[in-house]
């Protein structure tokens, strides 16, 4: 006989009828539900979003153009005895946005070009003909309304929806706001794109599934941890069907700077919501690779370290993408972007990009077509074409970020890792040095991913993606050490914090800044931090931090601190000396590296040392210089002095300060208003 009603409530199940939801599923199932749900709705967002922005840009770039060039033509006659310019129909179908635009002036760069044709019969008339790249003022037309309509959309909005680091921020609880299902960031991503801005797909699409994961979490009223799991979630989908490549987008879930969501049950979730995304996109699209790479070529295995010099040279570009695109984003540059009237500074951006796109067209757009032509020729564009090349692509990327156009970093990354890589193979093969090395297009291939892992800080995604996108395993090996190098250096000259290739959204912004104002010793505990002697037995340095409540303490010996040992480090200590039967003292339980702080810091930079190294307290000394631009590791020369300890700051205790600073920006009206005799 089946309980009833109220007995199954009592016992933890519910009976089955029509109000059975998926919340009364066990835990891990109800959660992989969930994420096969999100993945699915991202994968058909993510469809609908590629869908529109072909549209948009076959659109713009086809009829639209060939109304300019028509308008164009129906100028005034020229004399009689001048002939007409010749401007060459774009062609009905153009396979890839922008292809048909690019073929009208690339011929003059030697970009993208067929073999050039015999040259004619010299013209009877010998009066100089316009320029041919003056045929292409069209392309300066349609990136300057593109841009025109994205600030409006975007001023009409107000807002577009939190960025990543705020939709964890938000799961966590520790700022406030609402995710927002992605359509308008989309529709504004697609008109940026399909117009011409210098950025990628991939950005609206991860940032779409992480709101489309949040959103969904709170309609199903689920707990903090299972938010920031489907958060994950939306973002692997995002990635996979962004780029039809599910095992990079589960491992860029976890890898990305704003990640915390670690656990088995957040980890399957991810592969649900990426198999299901992808599974949505292949449906709809076909299983066509989003970028057509041929096949890497090896020439012998003694090509490593030549990967090695690519992937510091890839580093540098990395770091160069990061600053300027921090610069356009910076305080200065958006003060002045703010006194413009809405929709100018976009309109401006893509004039300035289209201006730009009057030499070099490729600069356009996301960019795929130009990756593709080179690495589909061996070494045949000029090198100092492509130096060019480089330094206006960083120019027209900085530019459409700053502006306000709406797209992603992974797309421009790409592009200058195959121009770098090209320009690198180049000076290595027959056009600098003749080394018997292999042809330009597989040095582009791990340029490519040698630029995106150390922008995105990202090197397992990075190398996951063109190992997907080649299916080819020789390329590992090369793609490891030119992406690990790459990431380490820009790890090593940015410091930890990493607020994103496109920089963190506002709220994200405005929560940073608040924890930068509180000064950290206002996050010490109340208790005086545990100093005990390297010598103490472990089995009492044990007991007394767990008398103290503590998380951690610190080893000194002969006045000066040795190390860090938490909990953990203390109960797997005690554990091997049950194994060696011999008493073991707290200096041979050191296994966590010093992670400390110095006075004068605040609350942001004790949270960029607290999340990464997973620790919960950590020791601030009194020190004359600070920490610079780094956050401090391990011991510095000289040593640290226990004298100069000054407290033990915690997350427990940053929560703290915070809550004290909402009290007393709370009580401030209300002390106003008692003032005032007001009621």
């Known amino acids: 006989m089946p309980p009833s009603a109220p007995e199954a ?79 060459p129909p774009l062609a009905p179908d153009s396979g890839t946005p922008l292809r048909a635009l690019l073929q009208l002036g690339l011929d003059g760069i030697g970009l993208l070009a067929a073999a050039p044709p015999p040259p004619p019969e010299p013209p009877p008339i010998s009066l100089p003909n316009t320029p041919d790249w003056l045929a292409l003022w069209p392309v300066v037309v349609v990136p300057t309304l593109g841009g025109l309509a994205v600030g409006l959309l975007r001023h009409g909005a107000g807002s577009i929806g939190p960025g990543l680091s705020s939709l964890m921020a938000i799961a966590d609880g520790s700022q406030g706001g609402e995710p927002r299902l992605p359509w308008l960031r989309l529709v504004a991503a697609s008109l940026s794109l399909g117009s011409g801005a210098s950025l990628g797909p991939e950005g609206p699409s991860v940032e779409g599934g992480g709101n489309i994961g949040l959103w969904v979490a709170l309609k199903g009223r689920l707990s903090p941890q299972a938010q920031k799991a489907l958060v994950g979630a939306g973002v692997a989908a995002g990635l996979a069907a962004g780029f039809k490549a599910p095992i990079a987008g589960v491992f860029f879930a976890f890898e990305g700077s704003y990640s915390a969501i670690p656990g088995r049950p957040s980890l399957r979730a991810v592969l649900v919501a990426a198999v299901a995304s992808a599974l949505v996109t292949q449906l709809c699209l076909g299983d066509t690779p989003i970028l057509r790479l041929p096949a890497y070529e090896v020439r012998s295995p003694l090509e490593l370290p030549l990967y090695l010099g690519l992937g510091l040279l890839a580093s540098l570009m990395s770091w ?53 032509a080179l690495l589909g020729r061996d070494g045949g564009i000029p090198l100092l074409t492509l130096v060019a090349l480089i330094g206006v692509k960083l120019v ?17 990354s790409l592009f200058l890792g195959a121009v770098l890589g090209n320009c690198y193979g180049q000076v290595l093969g027959s056009g600098g040095l003749n080394l018997p090395v292999a042809e330009p297009p597989a040095y582009a291939m791990v340029g490519m991913a040698a630029v995106l892992a150390g922008s995105a800080r990202a090197p397992l995604t990075a190398l996951l993606l063109l190992f997907e996108l080649t299916r080819d395993i020789r390329i590992v090996l090369p793609l490891m050490a030119a992406a690990g190098l790459s990431a380490a250096l820009v790890e090593r000259w940015q410091g930890i914090h990493d607020p994103g290739l496109m920089g963190p959204d506002p709220l994200e912004e405005r929560r940073r800044g608040l924890l930068a104002e509180i000064a950290v010793q206002e996050a010490f505990e109340p208790e005086a931090p545990l100093v005990l002697p390297a010598a103490m037995p472990a089995a009492a340095a044990l007991a007394r931090l767990i008398d103290s409540h503590g998380h951690c303490l610190l080893v000194e010996q002969a006045g000066l601190t040795l190390g860090l040992v938490t909990i953990g480090d203390l109960q797997r200590g005690l554990a091997s000396e049950v194994q060696r039967q011999e008493v073991l003292g707290l200096a041979d339980c050191i296994r966590t590296e010093l992670v400390w702080l110095p006075m004068g810091v605040n609350l942001d930079r004790l949270e960029d040392q607290l999340r990464p190294n997973g620790l919960r307290q950590l020791p601030v000394f009194e020190r004359e210089g600070g920490a610079g631009d780094h956050l401090p590791h391990g011991l510095p020369a000289g040593g640290l002095e226990v004298s100069r300890l000054r407290g033990m700051a915690s997350r427990d205790g940053m929560a703290r300060a915070q809550a004290r600073r909402f009290q007393a920006a709370s009580e401030r009206p209300s002390i106003r208003a008692s003032a005032t005799g007001s009621t």
């Not at 305080?331 to 009237?341: C, F, M």
């Not at 027209?396 to 502006?403: C, D, I, K, Q, Y």
């Open 9 to 87: 409530e009592a016992s933890g199940h519910r009976a089955p009828g029509p109000e059975t939801d998926l919340r009364g599923l066990p835990f891990q199932w109800n959660l992989l539900a969930w994420a096969a749900l999100v993945g699915t709705l991202t994968g058909l967002a993510v469809v609908a979003f590629h869908e529109l922005l072909g549209f948009i840009n076959n659109f713009l770039f086809g009829p639209f153009v060939e109304v300019l060039l028509v308008i164009g033509r129906s100028s005034p006659a020229s004399p009689a005895d001048l002939p007409s310019i010749d401007l």
């Open 320 to 372: 160069l993408l990061i600053r300027l695109l921090a610069a356009g984003r910076g305080e200065r540059v958006q003060a002045v972007v703010r006194r413009l009237p809405p929709g100018m500074p976009t309109a401006l951006g893509g004039a300035a990009l289209g201006a730009m796109a009057l030499v070099f067209p490729q600069v356009l757009g996301v960019g795929y077509d130009t990756i593709e």
């Open 396 to 412: 027209a990327t900085t530019v459409s970020n700053a502006t306000g156009f709406v797209g992603g970093g992974f797309a421009p």
